[in-house]
């Protein structure tokens, strides 16, 4: 099984549609969790951080279940512009203090005019 | 925000050629540093762990001989890719995250990213 999984899509939906996105994890350990954003060639940048309380942001709400290992991200409105990979990051401790991101293989959104 | 410089953006070269590249934090001291490679529509593949002032700690099936990383300073890590051939080929992208107040769960910020090609 993969450490951190998600559906690899594509979604393609249309503008101001609302799209969610599913990621499920193995370590019940892990420490932390995030949403990365990552264009075509391009580096990831940080969406959000995933909180237990869960946590929005704008038009992007994310959560997280512990319990299921499971974290999601909802995007409302959906622009041209959030058309890109999402990648799903689990923070694990491996020991010491030394963290380690674990990366899932992301989900492709394409927005459609 | 925190700041993640990597140089070079583009490196084009023969086989056997050595390769060096450079990962800065412009803002903020990381008293670890994080190697990466992405091969085409994958994910992000952790190569190794660089530790300020002592020996990087490499993943599993990563050569520590092919990949050498130095961090000798709070604010400098570099990965030389020894020999490289056309197998090297690929997106390599550091990560790093600000060490003031342990670090912790602090997310980590990414440079832009080095594509590798040989020739």
């Known amino acids: 099984r993969k450490e951190v999984e998600q559906d690899p899509g594509p979604f393609n939906v249309p503008e101001g549609a609302t799209v969610a996105f599913n990621c499920t994890y193995s370590n019940s350990a892990s420490q932390s969790f995030f949403w990365y954003r990552q264009d075509c060639r391009k580096e990831p940048k940080l969406l959000m951080s995933?909180?237990?309380s869960g946590n929005e942001d704008g038009r992007f709400t994310a959560q997280l279940n512990r319990a299921s290992q499971y974290i999601s991200l909802l995007i409302r409105d959906s622009k041209l512009s959030d058309s890109a990979t999402y990648l799903c990051?689990?923070?694990?401790?491996?020991?010491?203090?030394?963290?380690?991101?674990?990366f899932g293989t992301g989900t492709l959104l394409a927005v459609q005019p | 925000g925190a700041v993640v410089s990597q140089h070079p953006s583009r490196v084009i070269c023969k086989s056997g050629t050595s390769v060096k590249i450079e990962c800065r934090s412009l803002?903020?001291?990381?008293?670890?540093m994080f190697w990466y490679r992405q091969f085409p529509k994958k994910s992000l593949m952790l190569m190794a762990t660089s530790n300020e002032g002592s020996k990087a700690t490499y993943e599993q099936g990563v050569e520590k001989d092919k990949f050498l990383i130095n961090h000798a300073s709070l604010t400098l890590s570099t990965l030389t890719v020894t020999s490289a051939h056309p197998e090297d080929s690929s997106f390599y992208i550091c990560?790093?995250?600000?060490?003031?107040?342990?670090?912790?769960?602090?997310?980590?910020?990414f440079g832009d990213g080095t594509r590798l090609s040989i020739l």
């Open positions: 990051v689990v923070n694990d401790r491996y020991g010491g203090a030394t963290n380690k991101l674990i």
């Open positions: 995933v909180y237990s």
């Open positions: 990560s790093a995250r600000d060490s003031t107040g342990g670090g912790g769960n602090q997310p980590q910020h």
């Open positions: 803002d903020f001291q990381a008293t670890t």
